[in-house]
Structures are given as C-alpha cells and as structure tokens.
C-alpha cells in the first residue's frame, strides 16, 4: 500500500467515525407510536423521510413500580444510538425537550405542573400549595380515605351527595338553609329552636302517623302539665289549669 492509499483509507475512516459520532445523539420528532415502541422523524421540515426503526422509549419507572406514558405524535426527543452510530435500531428514545407544538403555559421555576390532553392538570408549588384540576370527574377507590386539615374544609358544589352505613359527626354543626329529613331522626339530648319552643329529652317524636309531644315549653307554657276544662262538644271553656 502506498503512502496515497493509506492517506485515502485514513480519511475514509475519519469520514466514517464522524459520522456515526454524529449519529449517536440526535433530535426528532415522534412520528408514530405501535405499544412499546416508537418511529421518530430525524427531519420533521423536511419533505424527505428520514426516519428510524421503531425503537424504545426511556421509561422513568419500569420495574415493581411501572409508569406507562406514550409519547405524543410530534414531541421532540432525544434519540441515544447505543450501537455508536452504526446500528439504528439499536437506539432508544429520550423524552422530551420542549417545542413549538408542545410548550408549557407556566414557565414558574417554583412550581411543577403535569397537564394532560388540558382536561387534567395538578400543580404545585414551593410554597405547599397542591391543585387539581379536572375537567371531567377525580375518583378514588380505597378501603380507606383519610383528610387531616388543621384549619378548614372547604367545598363548593351545586349538588353533594354521601351515601354511607353510618355517618358521624363530632362538634358544632350549623346549617343555612332548609334540610329535608327523610327516614327517622333519633335526638338523645335535646331539639332547640329560638326563643320560643325547647323540648326536654326524648319529648318529642315524629312517625308517619304524625308528632307526639309528651313534655316541651313553648312560651314558658309547659305542655306536660297544662290543661283546659272542655265542654261536651271538646271545646275548651275556662282558663287552662297548671
């Protein structure tokens, strides 16, 4: 070999060390997306297809703990080829830088925010804030579910619904507004209302048949011991007897 072709054969395997240097780490865009695996677009503006063969994406949780999240048709990902530039298919996809199509509306570096398809989205803050949004409904499905507020519980609906084999509440309760009772009410202490009737305890029930008042004040009348004279016809006639 002389000393031209040696030249030759050296420039030839520079030319090619380069090239699959440049080939190891490439952007692209999500083309298509078949289970596991993806075809990512090396020239998404280009009317040439460069395109590589369907190959896996990093997943951030793929052991006891799994996650599954597909890429989105046109993200921009990083694309490591593991083969050195010399085989495609033997690379995996990096997800995601951010792009044109795909860019976040917050851009607070205090926060982290997940949106998904904008019909889901949960923010946080540095400051211990936590919201969920969703457009549709949020379910749990638990044996039990456990709220610890040191302040306040606040919510705001139209409509609340509770369906439960027993329903316990401890401490004050105030109600604005009317509250429609349907199935018995058992009261062991006492049913107050402003001023003008109290009952004592257990005097007073209600069934389908109507109330029974055995013992209440109303106007500083007691019904237990208050009585009127009643002619043959029912009426009352005198002055009641107490």
Known sequence: MNLTQAILNISQRVDGLERQLRNMIRL???KSVSGVKAVIDFAPNSEDDYLSPPIQWL???????????????GEQVVVLNLSGGVDEANAIALPAAYCSEFSPDD??????????LDVFKVTSDFDGNYLVEADSSVKFITPAFLVEASDVISMQT???NRTASTA????THTQTGDVSI???LDVSTQIKTPTLVSYSPGAFSMTANGAVLSD??????RFSIHKHKVNKEGQPTETPIE
């Open 28 to 30: 692209g865009r999500v």
């Open 59 to 73: 997943a951030f949780e793929a052991g006891e703990g799994i996650k599954w999240r597909a890429p989105s048709i």
């Open 107 to 116: 851009t607070d570096p205090r926060k982290t925010i997940l949106s998904i």
């Open 158 to 160: 139209s409509e609340y």
């Open 168 to 171: 316990n509440t401890k401490g």
């Open 182 to 184: 349907k199935g018995a």
């Open 216 to 221: 209440a004040t109303i106007g500083n009348v």
